[in-house]
């Protein structure tokens, strides 16, 4: 297959780490950033402003634009990083036909609050985009390890299997490792679960349970969502297949957003759990907690698939209703297993 013209859309800690991945592989890429003058800072001094900041790049290899349609007009391929809160604001004004014959790749990690539905289902109703020309690119990774060159796995799923290895191929460096399934919505819907799972191991942590309950916790969380995966799989036309939920891009993703330092999901939790409220734990971290919309849309689509979920259950209950924290964990202390 042919050389591809690559775009990033976003400027936040994971987009500047997958820019970081491209261009090392010596990619050059059209990167939107949103505000100009993030732009010329980027240009004088060769990192992020805000991100990631110790991350250098080549501006050779870069073609900075705070026009998206400069962007899509530029690119073969998009990979979409923005959280997905920012996805409608980030892609407005492009008209309807304006991402056909491209190759969309997610590296989101949440559902777009707004609707209570994935990238891909916001892209094809809004754009007319086909499932068979969108991949996603998910972890488990921290984009401070990427920075820094720790190896690192990332899966990347789409339909077409020779499609999938082809646009993995551009990420593949010496501490990448790159793999590839078929399974599109599952691995979505494991991204945005594992930031509701790790929100609730923050708020344990911030509770001062230990290690040992952490790891019930977990253990419970995995089994919670394979049955979520598993019921999303029946009751959707998914055109994947049934795959192995302890894989890395399932469980291993899950494990590292709950026991890592640089999760901002249970960064947020343990906030929470010490007895911040919602809006104060938002001031004080600085970056969305994709975990925080997601609870309330998995409980939206859960009157639908009509799953057992305890822990999403509690955890939404938390945030959105306004439980306490402490009492929440008594009652989920009694279903672990």
Excluded at 88 to 94: F, I, N, Q
Excluded at 155 to 177: C, M, P, R, V
Aim: glycine share 6%; net charge negative; aromatic share 10%.
């Amino acid at each position: 297959m042919e050389n591809n013209r690559i775009g990033i859309i976003g400027s936040g800690s994971w987009a500047t780490a997958i820019a970081k991945i491209v261009t090392d592989n010596n990619h050059p890429i059209t990167w939107w950033v949103r505000q100009q003058s993030n732009i010329d800072y980027f240009t004088k001094r060769h990192h992020n402003p805000h991100y990631l900041r110790n991350t250098y790049f080549d501006i050779a290899k870069i073609n900075f634009t705070a026009s998206v349609q400069t962007l899509v007009d530029e690119s073969d391929i998009i990979i979409i990083a923005v959280p997905s809160i920012h996805i409608e604001a980030a892609l407005k004004g492009l008209e309807p036909g304006a991402l056909q014959n491209k190759k969309i790749i997610s590296a989101v990690k949440g559902v777009i609050p707004k609707y209570n539905i994935l990238l891909n289902d916001y892209l094809a109703t809004t754009f007319n985009f086909s499932l068979d020309n969108y991949f996603t690119l998910l972890g488990p990774s921290h984009a401070e390890e990427v920075a820094a060159e720790q190896l690192s796995y990332l899966t990347f799923s789409g339909l077409d299997t020779k499609q999938t290895e082809h646009i993995a191929s551009y990420f593949a460096t010496e501490y990448i490792n790159t793999r590839i399934n078929n399974d599109v919505l599952g691995v979505q819907y494991a991204a945005v679960a594992k930031n509701i799972y790790a929100l609730g191991a923050g708020i344990a942590h911030g509770l001062e349970y230990g290690d040992n309950f952490l790891s019930v916790f977990i253990a419970n969380a995995a089994n919670e969502m394979d049955c979520l995966l598993s019921a999303i799989m029946k009751s959707t036309n998914h055109k994947g297949e049934a795959t192995n939920h302890t894989a890395s891009v399932y469980l291993g993703d899950l494990l590292v957003t709950c026991y890592s330092l640089h999760s901002r999901n249970r960064t947020f939790g343990n906030m929470i759990g010490k007895g911040y409220s919602v809006r104060a734990a938002e001031l004080e971290l600085n970056m969305v907690a994709e975990g925080y919309n997601a609870s309330k849309c998995i409980m939206a689509m859960n009157n639908t698939i009509q799953v057992e979920l305890p822990i999403i259950k509690a955890v939404y209950q938390i945030l959105w209703e306004g439980h306490d924290p402490a009492a929440s964990f008594k009652e989920i202390e009694k279903i672990l297993v």
